[in-house]
């Protein structure tokens, strides 16, 4: 399975399942009659399966870290492609559904930490590049090794580990640089006006749904996103100081314009860092198509009508 | 004439079956209740000296009201005073069965725009009043009389809807509306005070309903059944008691939906839990008869030879396998000998945990195929190998199958009964294509229902409506609540003594409540206006978002029960089998669109699929209880196996 789960879901979800204090009455209809008991499970047992997880946290609690609540620092950092193995599980003898599914998550639980506690720090996003490219660098020794002791052709085998570390560091320079063009923009359109409010300041379109194949699939939105910075800051520049003119002067106009210089100066910054980001994951996208897949599939497959 | 109708004014009488006076229907004119019965003439077969009988039956019934009540009995009430008819057993009259000629009857019932009214009871905890809208339900059947081997009945359902409304609503505006109502059901004020009266003005079932306070929390689209019994004691095609069902049903879905926010979803849960609870506790009377029928199993058990227990599933039970098994010895595929399979399964190579494409050499260097250690396909053969093809490159190739693994084979039936036991099918029961969404959504159906202590308990600035406010600050708050409560303990009571004699005047007056007001009284003081708005800003604020919600789709469910009869060989009460094609779980908490919180992991090169079993698969065996049925020391219903 495939999750991608930011902490403001989870919050959702504790706060639609949570119990409301309320003084239970006890229920007296029932006092004279049997009610049916819950199943009992001789055993339930759950087949091993694999789970490719993206965590995206949005606030630390420091408190509750104070108070000993070590699971807050997941929330450090971001979790991108942590791959869990799940081994297979089997509860025996209890009753309810309840107690089915806290012993299948205790017995997950006590796995992940026991042995696979390592890959929330590898695959934490500030050192997942350094994690997949070691990776990549361990394959050019490893491969090459693994042919010489099994009489393989090594050189063969050094072209693989090679292609394999080539592919990871390009990998992952565009995926990094991407994302951090891509933070650099949103922060600067934020000055100016921010992504998602719909007004002539605003100098950064909404990305498309669909990610971008390759190179050609970006000239769209690239060429769209300069062309709003330039928009935005025409708007600052000249369009605000004509209206300030015509209602307040010439006094006015200087004012607009004098605060319109900085937007003049980042909005057209902003649109050209949309532009370069936008790019950039065309090309992680054309080098890594299956990724640009899996990252639709969590983004479509909703009926029409649900949108 | 009088004194019957006295016993009116001193009974309580209550619809069951009515025409909707709260609903308008699509046609005024169209009757209730209409039954058609056609007599068709005898019709003589070519070469048949006897007539062969055909009648339809048509009933329909439209735009009418079934109101529930979970204590009444009026259906044995019924029972008791219409005529009994003992019906005449061909067998033990042969001269009934000889010269009665055969017939069918083509019987047709369409039900369309009713509704299914429950109340949940005064005793129950949960507070809450359901209607259940029927679009349109059609039921036919061909009836043979004899009857034959095979019998169908086919059953489609369209447009279901369920509301829900967190309080008793009183049915005295709607009872009040009906044919003689003033002489049959005289106002009664305390059963109208009881219950929450409002007013109907709306034009549609569903803007009526919403005036009401009703909210539609449930809708499935469509139903399709086809029901077919068997009678294998007629002549015919002989039966494999393990695989042939007496009782086959076949139903098809549509959509099943449930959008609720956080009330009423607790509300909705809360009051088919507790009917449920009602309808399936045991009397100490059902008790004793369940026990005496384990004791009497229990006997047969002991005094016949013995017989296998439930055998724990350690064999794998997929259909596929057995298939593979019993087609192992003679599989060629499109009749080629190269395709021959040779070998069994290599027991010894236990396939890793994450890493399921992995293939391996069998070593023909020992006998019967079979060896010790399977060869690792990673690694280059060993030097005493020497002459095997090579290293093995895996490559997935995606297949797309269109059969269904669930709809072969037992389950692994025969596997869980034990060896020994004689397995009859029961009757099976298939569904296809179920489509199942759960939206929840952030805010409250009924936001004017919360209580301040619920609201002050709620974060006013935070993300999300339902969102608790932080820890410190909730205890702040409950502290702040409960010496808000201890400053009035001393007033209580004051409150108490009026609070008892207002009660007793409400129930002592039995004039209807309409007290004039003065015209005065409606119309709000300027600083009750401002309050006025800001209550209604607030209920606008914590009513439902619609932008803001979690959903669960399942998609493409298909579902098999295998229920087999009692048998003293074994004690397998039923397989089930489910298998989902689409499973995902979806937000727009974090972000303004939808996004798959948990779903498919669609990766082709490092982890392909195989498209002939779901995205979740699962398989549950049950098994009758033979032991102790006994009650504990706190009245809990025990079993023991």
């Known amino acids: 399975m495939r999750a991608i789960i930011d902490q403001r879901a989870i919050h959702f979800i504790q706060a639609f399942l949570r119990n409301d204090d309320r003084n239970e009455k006890k229920e007296t209809w029932s006092s004279h009659l049997h009610l049916i008991p819950p199943p009992r499970f001789r055993s339930f047992r759950v087949k091993a399966w694999k789970l490719k997880v993206d965590y995206i946290p949005q606030k630390l609690d420091i408190s509750a870290l104070r108070d000993g609540s070590i699971v807050e620092l997941i929330n450090l950092s971001p979790i991108d492609g942590m791959v869990i193995t799940l081994s297979q599980v089997s509860v025996e003898d209890v009753v309810g559904l309840g107690d089915v599914m806290g012993g299948l998550t205790s017995n997950w639980l006590q796995e992940i930490v026991s042995t696979q506690l390592h890959k929330f720090l590898a695959n934490a996003r500030l050192f997942e590049p350094i994690s997949d490219v070691g990776q990549g660098l361990s394959d050019l020794v490893v491969l090459p090794y693994e042919a010489f002791r099994n009489g393989e052709d090594v050189r063969r085998a050094m072209t693989t580990g090679i292609k394999s570390l080539a592919e990871t560091v390009t990998f992952q320079a565009l995926t990094t640089s991407s994302r951090l063009t891509e933070y650099a923009a949103n922060k600067m359109s934020a000055v100016v006006g921010g992504r998602y409010h719909n007004s002539a300041a605003n100098a950064l379109p909404a990305r498309p749904t669909a990610a971008p194949k390759g190179i050609r699939d970006v000239t769209g939105h690239a060429m769209e996103s300069l062309a709003r910075g330039l928009h935005a800051a025409n708007y600052k520049v000249v369009i605000v100081p004509y209206r300030e003119y015509n209602r307040n002067g010439a006094a006015g106009a200087a004012t607009s314009v004098l605060r319109g210089i900085p937007v003049m100066v980042v909005a057209p910054m902003t649109g050209a860092t949309e532009a370069l980001s936008y790019t950039l994951l065309g090309a992680r996208n054309a080098l890594r198509p299956d990724i640009r897949r899996e990252e639709e599939a969590s983004r479509t497959g909703f009926a029409s009508y649900d949108i | 004439m009088k004194q019957r109708l006295r016993i009116y004014k001193e009974s309580l009488v209550s619809p069951i079956l009515f025409r909707s006076k709260i609903f308008s229907p699509i046609c005024q004119d169209a009757p209730s209740f209409l039954v058609d019965i056609r007599d068709t003439a005898s019709i003589r077969s070519i070469g048949e000296t006897k007539g062969f009988s055909q009648k339809q039956l048509h009933v329909t019934l439209y735009h009418l009201t079934l109101r529930h009540n979970i204590d009444s009995d009026w259906i044995e009430k019924l029972q008791e005073i219409l005529p009994q008819t003992k019906l005449t057993d061909p067998e033990h009259h042969p001269s009934i069965k000889n010269e009665s000629p055969p017939s069918m009857t083509r019987v047709f019932v369409s039900i369309a725009d009713c509704n299914l009214d429950y109340s949940s009871p005064t005793f129950f905890e949960t507070e809450s009043r359901s209607i259940v809208r029927l679009g349109d339900l059609r039921f036919s059947s061909n009836i043979m009389i004899p009857a034959n081997r095979n019998q169908a009945y086919s059953i489609s359902l369209g447009d279901l809807s369920y509301h829900i409304s967190n309080q008793r609503i009183s049915h005295s505006e709607e009872d009040s509306k009906l044919c003689c109502a003033p002489i049959i059901m005289p106002t009664n004020p305390g059963r109208s005070r009881r219950c929450q009266s409002v007013s109907m003005h709306g034009t549609t079932a569903e803007a009526v309903l919403r005036e ?333 978002k619609t932008k803001i919600y979690l959903q669960v789709s399942v998609n493409g469910v298909t579902v098999r029960i295998d229920a087999y009869e009692e048998s003293i060989t074994h004690r397998l009460a039923s397989v089930i089998g489910v298998s989902v094609s689409d499973l995902f779980v979806a937000e727009t908490a974090s972000l303004s669109y939808p996004v798959k919180m948990l779903g498919e992991w669609v990766n082709e090169s490092e982890h392909p699929r195989d498209t002939r079993f779901g995205t979740l698969m699962l398989k549950v065996s049950s098994a009758i209880a033979w032991r102790k049925v006994f009650i504990s020391s706190t009245s809990a219903l025990l079993i023991v196996f």
Request: with cysteine.
């Open chain 2, 212 to 544: 009401m306070g009703f909210v539609d929390i449930l809708g499935l689209d469509s139903v399709d059944a086809v029901i077919a019994v068997t009678d294998w004691s007629c002549p015919g095609q002989k039966r494999e008691p393990g695989k042939d069902p007496r009782i086959t049903t076949s139903l098809t879905f549509g959509l099943l939906s449930v959008n609720a926010c956080k009330d009423s979803f607790n509300c909705f849960a809360a009051t088919v839990g507790e009917l449920q609870a009602k309808l399936t506790a045991l009397t100490d009377e059902d008790l004793s008869r369940v026990r005496g029928a384990t004791v009497r199993r229990n006997q047969e058990r002991t005094t016949s030879p013995a017989v296998p227990t439930v055998q724990p599933s350690m064999q794998r039970v997929s259909g596929l396998d057995s298939e593979q098994k019993g087609n192992s010895d003679a599989f060629l595929l499109d009749g080629y000998d190269w395709t021959e399979i040779d070998h069994d399964p290599l027991r010894e190579w236990e396939i890793p945990d994450g890493d399921e494409q992995v293939a391996g050499w069998y070593n023909s260097l020992l006998e019967g195929g079979t060896c010790s250690t399977g060869l690792d396909p990673r690694v280059t053969v060993p030097d005493q190998m020497r002459g095997y093809p090579g290293r093995i490159i895996h490559h997935h190739f995606p297949f797309h199958s269109i059969s269904n693994p669930m709809s072969e084979g037992d389950m692994g039936a025969a596997g869980h009964a034990g060896k020994g036991s004689e397995l009859v099918l029961k009757s099976r029961v298939l569904i296809h294509k179920l489509a199942v969404k759960l939206r929840f959504y952030d805010g409250y159906d009924w936001p004017e229902k919360l209580n301040d202590r619920e609201k002050k308990l709620l974060r006013r600035n935070g993300t999300f409506v339902i969102e608790p406010l932080p820890r410190d600050e909730a205890v702040k708050a409950k502290e702040a609540l409960a010496s808000e409560v201890a400053s009035k303990f001393e007033d209580e009571d004051l409150t108490h003594m009026k609070r008892k004699v207002a009660i007793m005047a409400d129930l002592l007056s039995s004039v209807q409540d309409v007290e004039e007001k003065s015209p005065f009284d409606e119309t709000p003081l300027p600083e009750d206006r401002a309050k006025v708005i800001e209550q209604k800003a607030e209920m606008r604020r914590l009513s439902r």
